[in-house]
Structure formats: structure tokens, C-alpha cells
């Protein structure tokens, strides 16, 4: 009972933070009044299993003896594997629960300038302050929190959403709007502690801004299609807010944000298991929207793959990268979205017919994605034997693959134990490279089997300096240079090699990792990873990316003070503490379904 008392006062600290927002600073905040949301029962789950686990209600912080504690590695495995509800951890994986750092937030403490020190290959050392004090993972949880607060936008006086980044050194650009895809990290921090409200405000003005006739010259485009990014604009001497969004029309690259749609109907259902409150989600405008996006992504076409057909740069990777055609990026993303509106609309005669759709297109895609996507080294030594032009139904090489357009650098790098989602596969072409969204995506929707889910974890660690080096954790590797360079992003300077979206580290995906290891139960890998992060993040300015080969520099074009950095780590912090969670932001594997491939004897 003690904790269920200091988690309500957490709430109240969060939420009664006098931290005026950013972009519209003369608003009035009516965020530091609101009064926390006290109608939360918080319970220990009956822990039986890892589906129980992750099946568990969502905004369940456990609350018993142990809530001050987070899981140690082995018991975190034993209560897994043995089922045992009785079992609890002997000792704290965590020196300090980040919810308790929490505590001084209303003193304003915990923002100071630090120096770096410790690499991965050492063991930890704290980073240190001006007056070289170590920086505590406790000022750093406050500092974010901080952050992560002022980052709020507000329209009309309450919420919304999140400044994309606070850099008073750069040109802010359109880095001064609340991007669709960065507010997920910050809505389910916030959603973590109990403010549901940002997260509600933030779904339904995405929503009407969905509705809003979008033209790019003199082209109409869908009507499901959600923005990449809105800007509220104050008028101080009116005292009027109003809205700005871009579809794509602005962006650098007129590029289409493919993926907006599927992380709202993400966060939706993140917002529905935090609060166990359906009747948002079943709003007509709510359940329309989902059907808007989705009737995009479902309609009859030339389409010979499930996969969606994408132009090069609709995600996270939002300039030209060589992602076009049917990058993984976009699949596993599409089928969590998918697999999230199949338990959020409300059956009825108006969505039987697009709930068999859904259906079937999560079946077909499933199937693809495991069986031609996934490489280990044994379907890579397939793929080096492959017969080429082979006709028919029988053929083995389906697509049409030729050997010799395996890169020399994968055959060497691909360790004998471990694989992964390869970045794309269309005729004659499969990108070899690694994207850690597109995997981890794919285990978080269970669109990996359990035997690729742990191959793929298997092949982070084995190439630990690679995909985490210094920073956690790189978007894609390896790097392209040269000639591949030039021809691939059309020599952009923003993407040279090992930097931004070429290879470089992004602080966001930290929570991702840390999702996806702690669902299979390694999350060991998530506490390495947030150890590195602790050494150098607040101290470096909340980078948005880190450049080099191993992610030692801070990012030549980066911002600082990137809200999706700050949110990633306070989620990463606060599902490992609490891996119930991660049901936020997890699926299950569907029950009757049976995994159609498992690992081939590289495992
Ligand atoms: C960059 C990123 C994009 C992100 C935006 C705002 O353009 O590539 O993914 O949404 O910055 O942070």
C-alpha cells in the first residue's frame, strides 16, 4: 500500500509540474492545474506466464513489497519460465526506480551540464557534472522528466502533444511541430505515470486533422492519410491558437508519412490498455479513422506480395534511403497496426466485412514476412546456391535473386547463431541490411515466431558493437558509401555514412530494444543498453542522433534537447522496472495460430 501511495503522489508531482510548455509559451497552461487521474487501481497481476504477463491490465504498476525493486535478470526468467507467482526478485536490477526520481521534480533539481566518461567495452562509469560529481541515473530521470514536461504543446490551453525538439542553436525548421511518429515515445511515458489526457488530446486532434481535405498542387490525397507532423500557432495578441498540419506537402521531399497512420492506431490501443477505458476507441470518429487508414492499406490493387508497396522514404527514414518497395520498416508496422484494429473495432455489420479483411491480410502477410524476410546463416548459404530463372510454381528461387547481389560485407557478418528480418525483398532484390525498428516492431506485433524473436535478440548480441556500439542503437546497418551512396540517396550530405539515417544512432530506439528484450525475457541486453545511454545522454543535450561507426559522436546536424530521445529513455527506464508495461506496446502471438517457420539449424 506504501507504493500505491507514492505512485498517486508521483502523479500528482507529474502532473502539478510547473514547467510552462514550449511553442506557446504565452498560452495559458492549463496542464500545471489538472488534477491527476485518481480513479486507478493499481494490482499485482497474477503472473503465469509471459502472455499473462504481457495479457496483464495496463496501468499496473506492480504495488506490492517488490514494486520498489525492478526484476533481476534471473528471476525476471524464472518467474517465466517457472510460473511461480510466488517468486520475487532476490536484489534490484535497477539502483533506483526512475518513478522515484520522480520525487525532487517539483524542487526543479537534477538539469546539470555533465562530462563523459566510460565506453561500452568498460566497465559503467557514471557521467559527471561540471564539478565532476557522478550524475546519478536519478537526476537523469528528473532532468528527462523536466524536459519532457516543458516539451508539451499546448492548443487552446491543453495538450496535445510534444515539440518535436527544444534547440535554441539551430534552425528549428519543422523540428518546432509535434510529429506523429515522436509522440508515441512521449505518450507512452506519459500514459507510464498516469496522464492520460495529453495522450487522448493528442489522438483526437490527429484525428480531425485526418479529416481535413489534403492537396499537394494539384493532386487530392486519400482521405485516411494522417499528418506527419501538426504546429499550433499562437496569436498572443488575439489569444487565438490554431493549427498547421503537413501531409507530406511541406516535407523536406514531399515524402508521404506511410507510417503516422499506423503508430495512432498503436498508441490508441496503448491508450486503451493504460486506462482500460474503451469508449475513446469506440467513438464513430475513432473507429472511422481506423478504417480510413487501413482502407488504404487494404484496397485491391496489382499487388502480387502482402507486403505495402511504399515510396522511398515514409517513415522514420524520412529522406531517400533506398527504402522504397516493401521495406520492413513499413510491414511490421503495418502489421501491428493491423493486428491493433482488429481488437479495437467493434464488430458490427458495418465492420464484419473489414474485419475478415484484416484478417486474411494479417495471415498472408505473416506467412510472407517469416518465410522470405527472415535470414540466418542457413538461408543464407540457400540463397549463395540459388538457381536463377527458374519458371513455375516449383521454383525455389521465387524472386529471382541473384547470388552474386549478396554484399561481400553480410557473409562475414552474419554470426552463426542468431538472424533477422532483412530490410526488403521485392524480384531480384533483397536488401540485406539490419533495421532495428522493422525487428523489433516484429517482435513486439509477434510477427516474429518465439525461435526468431530469440534469433534475432541472439544476433544483437552477437553484434553488440555494430547495432549498439556506443549508443544505442543504430536505425540500419551497415552504412552506404560511395558510389552505393551517391546512387542510393542521391548523394545527400544529411546521410553521409554512419550518420542521421545512413547508419547512424538514434537514442529513440532505446525503448524499442528495451521492449523487445524485455518480451522474451532478455533483458539484460535493455539494461547494457540503458547503461550506455546514462553515461552520455543528459550530459551530450538529449542529442536526436549520434554519428560514426561505433556512435561516438554527437550527430553533425543533430538537435539537442530531441523530445523523442528524452521520452525513449523514461520509457526504456520504466519498462524495465516494470515489464508489465510492456503490455502497452505487445502482442501476442495469435492462439490458433501456428508459427509457420521456425529457425533454421543455425539455432
Ligand atoms: C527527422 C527524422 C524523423 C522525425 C523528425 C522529427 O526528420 O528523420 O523521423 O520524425 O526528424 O524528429
Known amino acids: 500500500m506504501e507504493t500505491q501511495h507514492s505512485l498517486s503522489e508521483l502523479r500528482v508531482r507529474v502532473s502539478s509540474l510547473q514547467v510552462q510548455p514550449s511553442c506557446d509559451r504565452e498560452a495559458e497552461s492549463e496542464s500545471a492545474a489538472r488534477t491527476p487521474d485518481h480513479g486507478q487501481t493499481s494490482t499485482v497481476p497474477d503472473i503465469e506466464d509471459v502472455a499473462k504477463l504481457l495479457d496483464a491490465r495496463p ?48 524542487a526543479g533539481q ?12 568498460q566497465p559503467r562509469r557514471p557521467a559527471v557534472n561540471e564539478d565532476d560529481e557522478p550524475i546519478s541515473p536519478t537526476s537523469m530521470v528528473e532532468g528527462a522528466w523536466i524536459a519532457l514536461k516543458k516539451a508539451q504543446v499546448l492548443f487552446r490551453g491543453k495538450p496535445v502533444g510534444t515539440i518535436a525538439a527544444s534547440d535554441p542553436t539551430e534552425d528549428s525548421l519543422n523540428y518546432n511541430q509535434v510529429f506523429v511518429r515522436d509522440f508515441v515515445s512521449s505518450g507512452l511515458a506519459f500514459l507510464m505515470i498516469g496522464e492520460h489526457e ?9 484525428l480531425r486533422l485526418q479529416a481535413w481535405e489534403k492537396h499537394i498542387d494539384c493532386f487530392t490525397l486519400g482521405e485516411g492519410v494522417m499528418p506527419a507532423s501538426f504546429k499550433v500557432l499562437h496569436d498572443p495578441t488575439r489569444r487565438t491558437d490554431t493549427m498547421v498540419a503537413d501531409f507530406g506537402e511541406s516535407a523536406i521531399g514531399r515524402v508521404a508519412p506511410v507510417d503516422s497512420g499506423f503508430w495512432w492506431i498503436i498508441l490508441l490501443r496503448a491508450y486503451v490498455r493504460a486506462t482500460g477505458d ?42 531517400r534511403m533506398g527504402i522504397y518497395g516493401y521495406p520492413i520498416e513499413i510491414q511490421s508496422l503495418f502489421f501491428m497496426a493491423l493486428k491493433c484494429a482488429r481488437s479495437l473495432l467493434k464488430p458490427d455489420s458495418r465492420t464484419k466485412d473489414f474485419l475478415e479483411r484484416i484478417e486474411k491480410r494479417l495471415h498472408a502477410l505473416r506467412y510472407h514476412i517469416r518465410t522470405y524476410y527472415w535470414l540466418d546463416h542457413q538461408q543464407l548459404n540457400n540463397i549463395y546456391r540459388y538457381k536463377t530463372e527458374e519458371y513455375s510454381q516449383t521454383a525455389v528461387n521465387k524472386f529471382n ?117 524485455v518480451k522474451i525475457g532478455r533483458p539484460q541486453l535493455a539494461r547494457k543498453a540503458i547503461d550506455l545511454v546514462e553515461t552520455r545522454l543528459m550530459k551530450d543535450g538529449w542529442p536526436e542522433y549520434y554519428d560514426g561507426k561505433l556512435g561516438r559522436y554527437i550527430g553533425k546536424q543533430a538537435r539537442t534537447f530531441q523530445t523523442w530521445s528524452i521520452a525513449g529513455y523514461l520509457v526504456s527506464k520504466m519498462m524495465l522496472e516494470d515489464p508489465s508495461l510492456l503490455g502497452m506496446i505487445s502482442l501476442e502471438e495469435d492462439r490458433k495460430q501456428k508459427p509457420s517457420l521456425t529457425r533454421s539449424s543455425s539455432f
Not at 537534477?110 to 563523459?116: E, H, I, M, P
Not at 478504417?291 to 524520412?318: H, K, R, V, W, Y
Open 110 to 121: 537534477g538539469n546539470g551540464r555533465t562530462v563523459l566518461n566510460g565506453t561500452p567495452n
Open 59 to 106: 496501468r499496473q504498476i506492480i504495488v506490492n513489497g517488490d514494486s520498489h525493486r525492478s526484476l533481476d535478470e534471473r528471476a525476471f526468467n524464472e518467474i517465466i519460465n517457472l510460473s511461480d507467482t510466488s517468486l520475487r526478485p532476490p536484489r534490484s536490477l535497477e539502483t533506483v526506480k526512475s518513478s522515484e526520481c520522480l520525487d525532487k521534480l517539483t
Open 198 to 206: 495529453i495522450v487522448k488530446n493528442f489522438l483526437l486532434k490527429a
Open 278 to 319: 474503451h469508449s475513446l476507441a469506440e467513438e464513430p470518429d475513432c473507429q472511422r479513422g481506423m478504417m480510413l487508414i487501413l482502407t488504404l492499406c487494404l484496397s485491391d490493387g496489382f499487388d502480387t506480395f502482402p507486403t505495402l508497396l511504399c515510396a522511398d522514404g515514409c517513415c522514420m527514414i524520412d529522406r
Open 401 to 517: 535473386v541473384i547470388p552474386d547481389s549478396i554484399p561481400d560485407w553480410l557473409f562475414d557478418w552474419l554470426p552463426m547463431k542468431g538472424g533477422y528480418f532483412i530490410g526488403n525483398v521485392s524480384p531480384a532484390r533483397m536488401d540485406f541490411r539490419w533495421f532495428t525498428i522493422g525487428n523489433c516492431v516484429a517482435i513486439l506485433s509477434s510477427l516474429a515466431t518465439p525461435e526468431q524473436s530469440m534469433a534475432i535478440m541472439d544476433l544483437i548480441e552477437e553484434r553488440w558493437e555494430d547495432i549498439v556500439g556506443y549508443m544505442p542503437v543504430k536505425v540500419c546497418y551497415p552504412a552506404l558509401e560511395g558510389r552505393e551512396w551517391q546512387i542510393t540517396t542521391g548523394c545527400d550530405p544529411k546521410n553521409t555514412r554512419w550518420s542521421y539515417h545512413n547508419g547512424g544512432s538514434w537514442p529513440v530506439l532505446l525503448w524499442m530494444l528495451t521492449a523487445a528484450s
